[in-house]
């Protein structure tokens, strides 16, 4: 058993225990938090939907036209020739 | 007359030019995340760098996250302005800011029972990349490179030469901003009124 901590202390805390980033000690802690406080545990939910679609929502493709752009540029990247900007 | 600079002998530059071509897309993501700069602008300026540092390259495994962190240096080079300034929201002066609490008491969805997965759903992915580039620039790059390229916090301390224990700090913040920013996009946006609206007028409850 470690020394408990508060609900805001488990909060500040959660997205790196969600990832497992946090050493032992503090995992074991809010873990321990987690066992009794119903109210922290919707908080994890929420903060591993909340990660998911930081993830999953934030997505961008490249235009072709940039894709066009960049191939251009890349085939001198290295000759000494290569400069930038657009045509 | 001296080697031209950025000129590279051919295996380099074949193994250069496949990395660059490998990574391009990733790249220029990153960079339209990173925000304020013109991504494409960012990507060029990447590459060029990393041709003249190309030999501190060791491991062509490396390049990936070699890339990012070049992207990701010119970005805050370009930005020196903006990453100095003070945030305008103060830190905390009520206690964190919990999107999750916030959601609760506000229950803009009286008749669901998830609330807070109806909340999030209502933001597309358009949303969620608005909110983004509303979190300060300092925080956002934080937000980027552990959250969505997914680094860990010890990478993101490397790649911003910054200590361990201030990332940890910078990200901490980075989220409750975007947590705040995304209530107060919500509410901007009226997202989540027209969701309720809508679950209302589902329900035969609007204008009758």
Redesign the interface.
């Known amino acids: 058993m470690t020394s408990p901590i508060g609900c805001g202390e488990a909060v500040r805390r959660l997205w790196e225990f969600l990832d497992g980033g946090l050493d032992q000690r503090d995992q074991r802690q809010v873990e321990e938090h987690l066992a009794w406080c119903l109210r922290c545990c919707g908080e994890v939910a929420f903060a591993r939907e909340l990660r998911g679609l930081l993830r999953t929502r934030t997505g961008i493709m490249l235009p072709d036209d940039v894709r066009d752009r960049m191939e251009r540029f890349i085939e001198h990247l290295g000759d000494g020739t290569e400069e930038r900007g657009r045509p | 007359m001296g080697?031209?600079?950025?000129?590279?002998s051919s295996s380099?530059?074949a193994a250069?030019?496949q990395l660059?071509?490998t990574e391009?897309?990733r790249l220029?993501?990153l960079a339209?995340?990173l925000g304020g700069v013109d991504p494409?602008?960012l990507?060029?300026?990447c590459?060029?760098r990393a041709?003249r540092s190309?030999g501190s390259l060791r491991d062509l495994q490396a390049g990936p996250r070699w890339l990012t962190t070049i992207l990701t240096n010119t970005w805050r080079d370009w930005l020196r302005k903006e990453l100095r300034e003070p945030d305008e929201v103060p830190v905390e002066e009520d206690?964190?800011f919990?999107?999750?609490h916030v959601i609760e008491e506000e229950d803009p969805f009286p008749y669901s029972d998830t609330l807070?997965?109806d909340v999030?759903g209502a933001?597309?992915?358009h949303?969620?990349?608005e909110v983004?580039q509303r979190v300060p620039p300092r925080y956002r790059v934080a937000?980027v490179l552990r959250?969505?390229e997914?680094y860990?916090?010890a990478e993101v301390a490397e790649m911003l030469e910054r200590p361990p224990g201030t990332v940890?700090s910078q990200?901490?913040r980075a989220?409750q901003r975007?947590?705040q920013e995304m209530w107060r996009y919500a509410g901007e946006s009226g997202l989540l009124v027209g969701a309720a609206a809508g679950e209302r007028s589902v329900r035969g409850e609007v204008g009758s």
């Open positions: 080697p031209m600079v950025g000129a590279l380099d530059r250069l030019r660059a071509r391009l897309p220029y993501a339209r995340r494409e602008d990507v060029q300026e590459l060029l041709c190309f206690g964190p919990s999107l999750y807070h997965v999030l933001f597309s992915e949303d969620v990349r983004l937000l959250y969505i997914g860990s916090a940890m990200l901490h989220r975007f947590e």
